[in-house]
Nanobody
């Protein structure tokens, strides 16, 4: 059983920074990658970033490229999302998710490419 717990969300002014954390437990040996998604009120969940569990390769949505950085600490089974230069449009609930090898053929930016999800942490950016 995989459990994911996000933390680090909050209220910040535009231009500010936050660092989200996602602590994972369970069968981490099955992980291929971990990603972050976000969902603004009334909108669909959208891809933010992903990192492979072993090699550390990363991929970002164009909307966050250059501002957000995803990283992982395998020893702590934790993935981070450092968010800088935050904008009001970054507001939403942020979710981390695990992608196992069974989903490897699904495009990384699709939520259907992930097997397990956390409960989310809220990020609000004021203008």
């Amino acid at each position: 059983q995989v459990q994911l717990v996000e933390s680090g969300g909050g209220l910040v002014q535009a231009g500010g920074s936050l660092r989200l954390s996602c602590a994972a437990s369970g069968r981490t040996s099955s992980y291929y990658a971990m990603g972050w998604f976000r969902q603004a009120p009334g909108l669909e969940r959208e891809f933010v970033a992903v990192i492979t569990w072993s090699g550390g390769s990363t991929y970002y949505a164009d909307s966050v490229k250059g501002r957000f950085t995803i990283s992982r600490d395998n020893a702590k089974n934790t993935v981070y999302l450092q968010m800088n230069s935050l904008k009001p449009e970054d507001t939403g609930d942020y979710y981390c998710a695990v992608r196992t090898r069974s989903r490897i053929t699904v495009v990384v930016s699709s939520s259907s490419g992930y097997d397990y999800w956390g409960q989310g942490t809220q990020v609000s950016v004021s203008s």
